[in-house]
């Protein structure tokens, strides 16, 4: 279904992690539009995120960045190839995989030195 559509509209008033539905989107080539929320524990702030952040409360200022997330045709198709690469670079399972091991392998050799 998802590759009838240019967008993922995720306007997240809460949450805690990482978003499985910004990394699903992503993953079928949508652009990401959402709130502060929504880019918890893929980005560290909206300059290194792959889509729109609009940060206002405001319900007409997040229909406003929707329109204009339509409307760019350019900036939507660089913003959907760095999804892609936000995807192989941090989230791939080989990457994640290798990241968590060395992460441990560091705990452990921690906890043998103490």
């Known amino acids: 279904a998802m590759q009838r559509h ?7 008033r809460y949450g805690a992690g990482v978003k499985g539905k910004v990394l699903e989107a992503f993953q079928h080539g949508l652009v990401v539009v ?8 893929i980005a560290e702030g909206s300059d290194g995120f792959p889509g729109y952040v609009a940060t206002a409360q405001d319900p007409e200022e997040f229909a406003r960045v929707v329109v204009q997330a339509l409307q760019d045709e350019q900036r939507w198709e660089v913003l959907q190839k760095d999804g892609f690469s936000l995807m192989a670079r941090d989230f791939d399972e080989k ?12 705990r452990w050799s921690n906890l043998l030195e103490d």
């Open 6 to 12: 240019l967008l993922l509209v995720a306007p997240l």
């Open 34 to 41: 959402t709130s502060p929320v929504g880019i918890e524990g």
């Open 95 to 106: 990457e994640v995989r290798r990241k968590l091991r060395e992460f441990l392998e560091a």
